[in-house]
């Protein structure tokens, strides 16, 4: 089954009462009815976030044989590690919307599905792998915890899993900040310059401002999302801000001010121009994130030559047994 099945005119009454179960904040399981277009918007989405897990393995793997400890080493393995391990579970999981994993991997490989814009800057010190773990794998808890309430069963239950180790790798990456905050000049300028850099493309990880976001009215309608691009992108800053203050550590928007009305960080204007840039494929490291993805599909052709052989054995024997 392909993502791009033809229209078909759905049954007014079926309709109907997918949307009584959604309104009723009832949970969509894989064999239920459903109108086709929710069943692709959660492809779409579903898959972009799993390509992004596999992607976002690559700028924080790039450090793990220049960690600076053995400890930092171990915890910073298990994260990557952790990040395919989500991957899988979400392709898993947008397999039972009936599309077929090599699919999507394929989409990713030819450069025609998305993923996090985050994922395509360079990581240039260790301090970047403490700012990624604080302010990305921060701001896809954020994101994530509203999406465990997503009202797809597969989708919600695999948040779950997820943000409990995004949660340590939140925690490890804090941690390697807070350290370095407190550490020589030169380590406290190196974190600074971090933070400096990753700030801005961070919050462009909650996607395009409300106005411009053409998925949402519709996603927010069937609960697959609970809150907006907006929404989240404010309650990021509302949390990361303290938490910058707390390793006095400065954010890179001067004009930025807590609204004592709303309870809100108030900040600075995105560069949407550089977002779109990014997701269009000419960010500083697009082409060497979908390189590296093509070079490790082909060479790992033959791992998965050798899984299909014994799945086909084991089928054989299976077969041979039962007869
Ligand atoms: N980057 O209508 P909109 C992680 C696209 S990985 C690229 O607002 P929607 C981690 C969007 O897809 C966590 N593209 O879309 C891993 C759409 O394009 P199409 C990744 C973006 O779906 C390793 C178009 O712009 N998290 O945590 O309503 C190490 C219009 O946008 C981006 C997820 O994937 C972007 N930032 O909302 C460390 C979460 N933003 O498809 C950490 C799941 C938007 O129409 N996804 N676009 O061509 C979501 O929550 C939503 O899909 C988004 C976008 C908020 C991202």
């Known amino acids: 089954?392909?993502?791009?099945?033809?229209?078909?005119?759905?049954?007014?009454?079926?309709?109907?009462?997918?949307?009584?179960?959604?309104?009723?904040?009832?949970?969509?399981?894989p064999k239920d009815w459903m109108p086709e277009k929710y069943r692709r918007q959660l492809v779409r989405m579903m898959s972009q976030h799993a390509h992004s897990e596999i992607v976002g393995m690559l700028p924080e793997g790039n450090w793990i044989t220049r960690a600076p400890s053995l400890r930092r080493k171990i915890s910073l393995i298990a994260k990557v590690q952790d990040e395919a391990g989500h991957g899988l579970y979400i392709y898993c999981g947008a397999e039972t919307l009936g599309v077929d994993r090599s699919e999507l991997v394929g989409q990713l490989l030819d450069g025609t599905a998305?993923?996090?814009?985050?994922?395509?800057?360079?990581?240039?010190?260790?301090?970047?792998?403490?700012?990624?773990?604080?302010?990305?794998?921060?701001?896809?808890?954020?994101?994530q915890t509203i999406l465990a309430k997503a009202s797809y069963g597969p989708y919600a239950r695999a948040?779950?899993?997820?943000?409990?180790?995004?949660?340590?790798?939140?925690?490890?990456?804090?941690?390697?900040?807070?350290?370095?905050a407190n550490g020589t000049p030169a380590q406290k300028a190196m974190v600074q310059d971090a933070v400096d850099r990753w700030w801005w493309p961070s919050l462009m990880m909650f996607g395009p401002s409300d106005t411009d976001s053409?998925?949402?009215?519709?996603?927010?309608?069937w609960?697959?999302?609970?809150?907006?691009?907006?929404?989240?992108?404010?309650?990021f800053v509302n949390l990361t801000v303290p938490q910058a203050?707390?390793?006095?550590?400065?954010?890179?928007?001067?004009?930025m001010r807590h609204d004592a009305e709303t309870e809100n960080w108030e900040f600075g204007a995105i560069d949407w121009d550089e977002f779109n840039q990014v997701i269009r494929g000419n960010g500083?490291?697009?082409?060497?994130?979908?390189?590296?993805?093509?070079?490790?599909?082909?060479e790992g052709a033959w791992v998965r030559e050798a899984a299909s052989a014994y799945a086909g054995k084991q089928r054989a024997s299976q077969a041979a047994e039962a007869a």
Not at 115 to 123: D, G, K, L, Q
Not at 159 to 180: D, T
Not at 223 to 235: C, F, G, H, S, W
Not at 245 to 255: C, F, I, K
């Open 245 to 255: 203050m707390a390793v006095n550590l400065t954010l890179p928007d001067p004009g």
């Open 159 to 180: 948040m779950i899993r997820v943000c409990k180790e995004e949660n340590f790798h939140k925690r490890q990456g804090y941690e390697i900040v807070a350290v370095l």
């Open 284 to 298: 500083p490291c697009n082409k060497e994130r979908l390189d590296a993805r093509r070079k490790a599909h082909d």
């Open 214 to 221: 053409p998925n949402t009215a519709e996603l927010i309608r």
């Open 223 to 235: 609960k697959v999302k609970r809150k907006t691009n907006d929404e989240l992108r404010q309650r």
């Open 114 to 143: 998305k993923y996090s814009s985050i994922f395509n800057y360079p990581t240039l010190s260790w301090a970047d792998i403490g700012v990624i773990g604080w302010f990305v794998d921060g701001a896809a808890i954020v994101n």
């Open 1 to 29: 089954m392909t993502q791009t099945r033809t229209a078909v005119a759905e049954d007014p009454a079926k309709v109907a009462a997918f949307e009584a179960r959604i309104a009723a904040g009832e949970s969509i399981e």
